[in-house]
């Protein structure tokens, strides 16, 4: 054994020598350069987004280009790469002339899986580099921007460097023995490039993480790594067990020669490798088993916020009525606070500045907040402590196209096919939530998992009872079978009587919809079925809150107002919420005609604030929109009509965004009409949406030019009724010739 580190050098400056020759280090240069090359030259031509513009530009570019390259061109130059080092000996039939020489077997058998290692480090520092000088050219010579702002950040980068590397070495040793086992180049090759095609497909679904062949695509698809501070996440782990396993059986084979010799003659040899496999089956399974965190006895929650302009407090809500929880002193960037008080675990908001984010903890954990509000373009956190995956659930959810598409092509299922889709979405819906886990392997705890199962229950009660009965009514209205089957358990998970569930709007809109369905069959009015038919107090009082609050804020006359809140109040028996519909009836108030309009700073899509001082020069009609709501995107089409036709240089026409997500108005905004002023209002259900009593969206308003309400109501575009308020009250007001 003491020749081996000798031997070991003298094959490995051999090995070295003999892939000079191949070509392979070329190769390694060419695959390398590829995508960076592609992406500068596409990124000279193609519109650059807001967001990447708004961004460290340097960064993301090199980030994208990891992303671009590992997700297939890495794994298959590994594969060509490892097959190419091996085949070599295959094709010259020189194995057992190397093993003649001075050298021990295990260095000739490790050398060649030390040069591939060596090889794939040089290819990823290599794309680094060409990626790099990209992003730099792409700074300097596109985007114009200076160095203090994009900058590539080298601990990041190089630690992405390692993750990859690590993550890649399970690949290649299962290539390698691959390589030694099939006598043949292209074979291993067609059997790498199909578990490449099939893990991304299976990774895809969510499933088969495990697979080595995916290593390096999952790696960049969790370019943050570990949200507990481990260098490693669980697959760049399991990366080097895989390794050393067919490291392992590699050699056994090279010192062999046969299968059977290698692995199952004698018995002994078979227990060997039995054994090893055992082992590697319970390292397997503990490097992939999920963690549960258990409470920690006090509830705490603390942590860092990082932003360009001071912070003095974060708050935390609960909603509906934003009732203030808690207020925690910032300093120097950190705050922390032990709380007393008996909190349920539910999903709170925390607000910091301008600035807002879901947070779900309960009594009993400890959560640890690290909140960037530097960037202005996107709401970047962490959140860890015994609350990880829960919140990590919260940031990563995204876009349920199943359920849309069940959605949006209801028309398409008689009852019996769509009960069917339901009760199939419902299965994979609790599946996807049971399977869920962090990168860390970290699992919710169960009382969240049953809140979000509620809430897939209420999504599809609300789709099946509310929506797809509108669908029956147009496309099915013959059909004798008409009743949808196998919701029984749908409707035990969701009841009118869940008062954790009370404080969720999605939750409230589904009870809405189907009390107002009775209302209207028993000839009630809607508060009334709700004082009757609502066994808890809280969903009662948030109920009648809802109701009162929209209906206030769609009642033009004072009087009125004055009346019928003072009728509807006594429902309720929650004191705050009184008070705040009494303030919501001032605010409507201080909305009426010749008041003055409520300033806000809205951010416009060149990145510019924007206040209502700034605007008011002109008569301002102002739609309030959002991404998400549908009555909003009907009457886009006709508001922006209507700013095509009045040209008038004393109008302008704008519209505003609530939208708590910036990136959704921002790849919105863009495509409507250059005539209408595009803003986003930062924080808008608190503060903008609160000083308008804008309790539906979406809304119409005309304020003069010295920033006065002239109608805080206006009707909807599509209603004719909307021109004729404007030339009314605008003084010769024309449309625009053609």
Known sequence: MNRIPGTYMRALRAEWLKLKRTGVLWICLGSAAFIPVINTIA????????????????????????????????????????????YIEHRSDTWKLLETQPVHRISIFLSKWTIAVLVSLICLLALFAFASIGGYLLIQFRLGKNFQDNFIEWGKDFRLISRIWVASMGLISVQYFLSLLIKSFAWPVIIGLVAIIAGSILT??????????????????????????????????????????FLWLAYQFFRRKKF????????????????????????????????????????????????????????LYKLPAYDTLLMVAVKNGKFHSTIDKDLQPLIYTARAGSRQLQLYFGRGDSVYLDWSIADKSRIQYTVTGTRTAENAYLSERS?????????????????????????????????????????DNIKPAKDFLELQKKFLAIDLLTLTEVDYPRVLAVYFPNDTAKSLTGLMELKEKVSFNDDNLAVYPQYRQYVTA????????????????????????????????????????????????????????????????????????????KLQRGKKAPAFVAEGLNGNEYSLDQLSK?????????????????????????????????????????????????????????????LWVRNAEADFMKAYS????????????????????????????????????????????Y
């Open 514 to 589: 189907v009390l107002q369905r009775k209302a209207f069959s028993t000839e009630r009015s809607y508060l009334s079925v709700v004082a009757n038919e609502v066994p808890s107090e809280k969903l009662r009082n948030f109920l009648a809150f809802d109701e009162i609050q929209k209906n206030l804020s769609t009642i033009h006359d004072s009087l009125r107002r004055e009346m019928m809140l003072m009728a509807a109040i006594s429902i309720l028996t929650e004191a705050n919420l009184r008070i705040q519909l009494v303030e919501m009836n001032n605010r409507m108030n």
């Open 43 to 86: 990124y000279f031509f193609i519109e650059i987004s807001n967001r990447e513009q708004h961004d460290n530009s340097w960064q993301r570019f090199v980030e994208n280009n990891f992303r671009g390259f590992t997700g297939f061109f890495f794994p298959l130059f590994l594969i060509l790469m490892v097959t190419r080092i091996v």
């Open 618 to 678: 002109r008569y301002l009609i102002i739609d309030v929109w959002a991404t998400w709501c549908g009555p909003c995107k009907k009457e886009s089409p006709y508001f922006e009509q209507l700013a095509e036709q009045y040209t008038d240089e004393r109008i302008a026409f704008v519209s505003i965004s609530v939208d708590q997500d910036k990136n959704a108005w921002r790849m919105e905004a863009p495509q409507k009409s250059r005539r209408v002023m595009q």
């Open 399 to 439: 876009y349920d196209y199943e359920f849309e598409m069940l959605k949006d092509y209801a028309y398409q299922y008689n009852p019996r096919q769509f009960s069917n889709a339901i009760a199939s979405k419902w299965k994979s819906g609790q599946r996807k939530l049971d399977n869920f886990k962090t990168v």
């Open 260 to 315: 059977t010799t290698a692995y199952f003659r004698p018995l002994s040899r078979l227990a060997s490798t039995l054994a090893v496999l055992v082992a590697f089956g319970f390292l397997f399974w503990f490097i992939n088993k999920p963690v549960h965190l258990n409470p920690y006895g006090k509830t705490v929650l603390a942590g860092t916020i990082h932003s360009d302009i001071p912070i003095e407090n974060l708050v």
């Open 204 to 245: 895809n679904f969510g499933i088969f993480n495990w697979f080595p062949y995916v290593g390096p695509l999952l790696t960049t698809s969790f370019l943050k790594g570990s949200n507990t501070g481990s260098f490693f996440i669980p697959h760049e782990i399991l990366s080097i067990a895989w390794s050393v396993l």
């Open 694 to 737: 804008l309790a539906t969206i979406p809304r119409f308003i005309l304020i003069d030019p010295k920033g006065n309400i002239l109608n805080a109501q206006l009707p909807y575009p599509s209603d004719p009724q909307f021109e004729i308020e404007l030339q009314k009250e605008i003084p010769s007001l024309r449309l625009t010739a």
